[in-house]
């Protein structure tokens, strides 16, 4: 087994400071930069291709140095005024490419000189333990090094972390796909000696990949690089065979590596913070091996262990800028997941353009903070108020209420509002000398998801997450009583008692009114999905699966989908860079025609702006359609109305698309407006009835024709909560400088 000592080598101490947060620089496709844009043009493009050059880690950057027509010579290549320029390798397009090593955290000057040519480049460097953008680091935090149970890195595992961030020495192995019954993955130590060979002996039980589209068979072997990034796990993979080829770098890359990267991303949430995780959401996946993908993910890009896209998002930049190190700039990245893995994907993308240039996801929701927390915290107090002496509701009326199809998808909901509890959901083996209690010990770690994400959304007087949830003038059941399902009796006990949530997720009468600075920043830095930072330019495909009639329910309810297709048709005029496949057995090769996609729109040479790039390249097979048994139907998928898809797939909604709210879902307080009693014709109402209403609601009721209270675009992609001072949104250390 081959060591690195990479996080070693890039290690630094958390006592250490940023130096300079000044940067000149111009940002160049998400994923590098140059500081050049407005300088003659005899001068030398100098700019980064591993990231921005505002978000370099760890010490070392890949750069790429381009030199005007006619230039002669070799680049001379300084940083800080010491000589780099032996890092540099001439290409074959003419350019220079060179990794540069050794930056202390803070802010660096690359220069070039090529004849008369020059060029030059601010770098800001931050650890490799991070953070870069996502605020101050989590405390208490639990190492996960000793038990990671990943892709096989040989019999020593990873062994005990070395410092309080969960580092471990980064490391090169080897695992074979074997073909003995079951076609394990076997962990493999290449001879450290007399490699590349003509005459390679590879083991005898080594299974042999038949590249898709050739006849080509190449060694089932695959090189697995393991290492810690921003405290988490990180794992990459991709096809090298060690005894023919030599080592891989960024100008000698794998042969048969296609050059396009998958980012896989984990599901979960509940119970997902304050650990490193000790798994990935990575395998050696036959389907992306036969087309020559690699892939990379970390322990912290699953929201099972770390349930905040903030986090996740800078995590996927700083592991992806290692594997560009390692290997070269990707062709293209396609983030993709499920569930919590969705969340990712979306928010990613569009709050971190450049990072993921399509996504293909599945289970949908737009982001945690939305979809998912409205509906369970709704049902939680449904559940209570079913369950607490409320109106003999019948099953049918509660699911009118609710708008889901199945009642049992109440109580499952309310079940997942464990999230929102402070004492519920703890990851497995956290410490309970450590863990909030009300009474015995006010001051501990509290197991929620706004907790997990304070550095967003700030703290109360208590030292308690903010919170970005509200139910002021929400008419809960408003849609059932108009379609004559419940009474208007029902319709007034069931709001004049359903009440709030408060902190500890304790039922209150009165309801729950949300944290306007949370919910200012929710929406700022893109923690409620916006749709127009870099989904605009993002090719995504939904493959859509049907929970909806599960009889206990299921969290993942096909009406999110047209969640997002709202949002992005609100924040950008069509949805047509977003295409739903399925329900159904789905039969198309989503990936294939993903691939034919963005090489189509890599292709286009033109002066159109990126979106429309974009939605011309989209493959004509590629439409939405769903499959009934093995029979593809090619209709517009659609939340609600006529279809065969609809037919045999029909969508629930949630109870507050059922009190009025907008398909969107994407407003966490609304504004309000006087009682009208014209607003609820055909029903009529008793004089009693009318002043029971205006009393339920003095303040008013929701107006969902407005937006929502602090609603608002996306201050800025690439939004920061420190320690980078750039698109700084909110410094929790110092909240009152933030900007």
Same mark, same amino acid.
């Given at each position: 087994?081959?060591?690195?000592?990479?996080?070693?080598r890039?290690?630094?101490?958390?006592?250490?400071?940023?130096l300079?947060t000044?940067?000149?620089?111009?940002?160049?496709?998400?994923c590098?930069g140059s500081?050049?844009?407005?300088?003659?043009?005899?001068?030398l493009?100098? /700019?980064?291709?591993? =990231?921005?050059?505002?978000?370099?880690s760890?010490?070392?950057?890949l750069?790429?140095?381009?030199?005007?027509?006619?230039?002669?010579?070799?680049?001379?290549?300084?940083l800080?005024?010491?000589?780099?320029?032996?890092?540099?390798?001439?290409t074959?397009?003419?350019?220079?490419?060179?990794?540069?090593?050794g930056?202390?955290?803070?802010?660096?000057?690359?220069?070039? *000189?090529m004849?008369e040519?020059t060029?030059?480049?601010?770098?800001?460097?931050?650890p490799?333990t991070?953070p870069?953008i996502?605020g101050?680091?989590? /405390?208490?935090?639990?190492c996960?090094?000793?038990?990671?149970?990943?892709?096989?890195?040989?019999?020593?595992?990873?062994?005990n972390?070395?410092?309080a961030?969960?580092?471990?020495?980064t490391?090169?192995?080897?695992?074979?796909r074997s073909?003995?019954?079951?076609?394990?993955?076997?962990?493999?130590?290449?001879?450290t000696?007399?490699i590349?060979?003509?005459?390679?002996?590879?083991?005898a039980?080594?299974?042999f990949?038949?590249?898709?589209g050739?006849?080509?068979?190449?060694?089932?072997?695959?090189?697995?690089?393991?290492?810690?990034?921003n405290?988490?796990?990180?794992?990459?993979i991709?096809?090298?065979d060690?005894?023919t080829?030599?080592?891989?770098?960024?100008?000698?890359?794998?042969?048969?590596?296609?050059?396009?990267?998958?980012?896989?991303?984990?599901g979960?949430?509940q119970?997902?913070?304050?650990?490193?995780?000790?798994?990935?959401?990575?395998?050696?996946?036959?389907?992306?091996f036969?087309?020559?993908?690699?892939?990379?993910?970390?322990?912290?890009?699953?929201?099972?262990?770390?349930?905040?896209?903030?986090?996740? /998002?800078?995590?996927?930049?700083?592991?992806?800028e290692r594997?560009?190190?390692?290997?070269?700039k990707?062709t293209?990245?396609?983030?993709?997941?499920? =569930?919590?893995?969705?969340?990712?994907?979306?928010?990613?993308s569009?709050?971190?353009?450049?990072?993921?240039?399509?996504?293909i996801v599945?289970?949908?929701?737009?982001d945690?903070?939305?979809a998912?927390?409205?509906?369970?915290?709704?049902?939680?107090l449904?559940?209570?108020?079913?369950?607490?002496?409320?109106?003999?509701f019948t099953?049918?009326?509660?699911?009118?209420?609710?708008?889901?199809?199945?009642v049992g998808?109440?109580?499952?909901?309310?079940?997942?509002?464990?999230?929102?509890?402070?004492?519920?959901?703890?990851?497995a083996?956290?410490?309970?000398?450590?863990?909030?209690?009300?009474?015995?010990?006010?001051?501990?770690?509290r197991?929620?998801?706004?907790?997990?994400t304070?550095?967003?959304?700030?703290k109360?007087?208590?030292?308690?997450?903010?919170?970005?949830?509200?139910?002021?003038?929400?008419?809960?059941?408003?849609?059932a009583?108009?379609?004559?399902?419940?009474?208007?009796?029902?319709?007034?006990?069931?709001?004049?008692?359903?009440?709030?949530?408060?902190?500890?997720?304790?039922?209150?009468?009165?309801?729950?009114?949300?944290?306007?600075?949370a919910?200012? *920043?929710?929406?700022?830095?893109?923690r409620?999905l916006?749709?127009?930072?870099?989904?605009?330019?993002?090719a995504?495909?939904?493959?859509? #699966?049907?929970?909806?009639?599960a009889?206990?329910g299921d969290?993942?309810?096909?009406?999110? =989908?047209? /969640?997002?297709?709202e949002?992005?048709?609100?924040?950008?005029g069509?949805?047509?860079?977003?295409?739903?496949?399925?329900?159904?057995?789905?039969l198309?090769?989503?990936?294939?025609?993903? #691939?034919?996609?963005? =090489?189509?729109?890599?292709?286009?040479?033109?002066?159109?702006?990126k979106?429309?790039?974009?939605?011309?390249?989209?493959?004509?097979?590629?439409?939405?359609?769903c499959?009934?048994?093995?029979?593809?139907?090619?209709?517009?998928?659609t939340?609600a109305?006529?279809?065969?898809?609809?037919?045999?797939?029909?969508?629930?909604?949630?109870?507050r698309?059922?009190?009025?709210?907008?398909?969107?879902?994407?407003?966490?307080?609304?504004?309000?407006?006087?009682?009208?009693?014209?607003?609820?014709?055909?029903?009529?109402?008793?004089?009693?009835?009318?002043?029971?209403?205006r009393?339920?609601f003095?303040?008013?009721?929701? #107006?969902w024709?407005?937006?929502?209270?602090?609603?608002?675009?996306?201050?800025?992609?690439?939004?920061?909560?420190?320690?980078?001072?750039k698109?700084?949104?909110?410094?929790?250390?110092?909240?009152?400088?933030?900007?």
């Amino acid at each position: 087994m081959r060591q690195h000592q990479h996080t070693q080598r890039r290690g630094f101490t958390r006592g250490q400071t940023l130096l300079a947060t000044g940067i000149a620089s111009l940002f160049l496709a998400g994923c590098g930069g140059s500081d050049d844009s407005d300088t003659p043009a005899q001068s030398l493009r100098v /700019s980064t291709v591993s =990231s921005m050059p505002e978000y370099v880690s760890g010490g070392d950057a890949l750069v790429e140095i381009a030199p005007p027509a006619g230039a002669t010579g070799t680049p001379v290549v300084t940083l800080d005024g010491r000589d780099v320029s032996t890092a540099f390798k001439a290409t074959s397009t003419g350019t220079y490419l060179g990794k540069v090593e050794g930056m202390a955290v803070g802010e660096h000057t690359l220069a070039a *000189r090529m004849g008369e040519a020059t060029g030059s480049l601010t770098l800001t460097n931050y650890p490799v333990t991070g953070p870069m953008i996502s605020g101050p680091h989590e /405390s208490p935090y639990v190492c996960a090094t000793a038990t990671f149970a990943g892709i096989p890195v040989g019999s020593t595992g990873l062994g005990n972390p070395l410092d309080a961030n969960c580092s471990v020495p980064t490391r090169v192995t080897y695992v074979y796909r074997s073909t003995a019954a079951g076609r394990p993955v076997v962990a493999w130590a290449p001879p450290t000696t007399g490699i590349p060979t003509a005459t390679p002996v590879y083991p005898a039980d080594m299974e042999f990949l038949v590249m898709d589209g050739t006849n080509k068979r190449v060694p089932y072997l695959v090189r697995v690089e393991t290492g810690t990034i921003n405290r988490s796990i990180y794992q990459s993979i991709i096809l090298h065979d060690p005894l023919t080829e030599p080592a891989p770098s960024p100008t000698t890359r794998p042969a048969n590596w296609n050059g396009k990267l998958m980012y896989p991303l984990g599901g979960g949430c509940q119970g997902g913070w304050y650990m490193q995780g000790n798994n990935v959401s990575l395998s050696i996946n036959d389907t992306w091996f036969k087309r020559g993908y690699a892939a990379v993910t970390s322990t912290l890009n699953t929201f099972g262990t770390n349930c905040n896209d903030l986090l996740s /998002s800078e995590t996927v930049a700083m592991t992806k800028e290692r594997f560009t190190e390692a290997y070269g700039k990707p062709t293209y990245t396609i983030g993709t997941g499920g =569930s919590g893995g969705a969340y990712q994907s979306y928010q990613t993308s569009d709050n971190y353009p450049g990072l993921f240039d399509g996504i293909i996801v599945n289970s949908v929701f737009p982001d945690v903070t939305t979809a998912t927390i409205f509906k369970i915290f709704d049902s939680r107090l449904l559940n209570n108020y079913f369950n607490t002496g409320g109106r003999p509701f019948t099953v049918d009326q509660r699911k009118a209420i609710s708008g889901y199809l199945q009642v049992g998808q109440i109580a499952n909901m309310s079940g997942s509002a464990a999230r929102l509890d402070p004492v519920v959901s703890f990851p497995a083996g956290f410490p309970n000398e450590l863990k909030y209690n009300p009474t015995t010990n006010p001051t501990g770690t509290r197991a929620t998801v706004y907790d997990h994400t304070v550095n967003v959304y700030g703290k109360d007087a208590r030292g308690f997450a903010q919170r970005p949830i509200d139910n002021v003038g929400v008419q809960y059941g408003l849609k059932a009583m108009l379609a004559g399902a419940i009474t208007v009796d029902d319709f007034l006990d069931l709001n004049a008692r359903i009440g709030g949530l408060d902190p500890d997720m304790k039922p209150q009468a009165a309801r729950t009114s949300g944290d306007l600075g949370a919910i200012r *920043r929710a929406y700022q830095s893109g923690r409620i999905l916006n749709g127009g930072g870099g989904l605009a330019t993002t090719a995504i495909i939904d493959r859509r #699966d049907y929970f909806d009639d599960a009889v206990n329910g299921d969290i993942h309810q096909k009406i999110h =989908s047209y /969640s997002v297709r709202e949002r992005l048709t609100k924040a950008n005029g069509n949805f047509d860079n977003h295409v739903i496949v399925g329900p159904g057995n789905i039969l198309d090769d989503t990936l294939g025609l993903m #691939d034919t996609w963005l =090489s189509g729109m890599l292709a286009d040479t033109t002066a159109a702006a990126k979106r429309d790039k974009l939605i011309k390249a989209r493959p004509a097979a590629l439409v939405d359609a769903c499959w009934i048994g093995t029979t593809k139907v090619i209709e517009p998928s659609t939340a609600a109305g006529a279809g065969q898809c609809n037919t045999a797939y029909p969508a629930g909604t949630t109870p507050r698309l059922v009190a009025g709210g907008p398909l969107a879902d994407d407003i966490v307080k609304c504004q309000l407006k006087p009682v009208n009693l014209a607003d609820y014709a055909p029903i009529t109402f008793t004089d009693a009835q009318a002043a029971a209403l205006r009393a339920t609601f003095a303040t008013g009721v929701c #107006d969902w024709s407005k937006p929502g209270v602090e609603q608002q675009a996306l201050k800025s992609t690439w939004a920061s909560f420190g320690p980078s001072k750039k698109n700084l949104v909110f410094d929790i250390t110092n909240p009152t400088a933030t900007p």
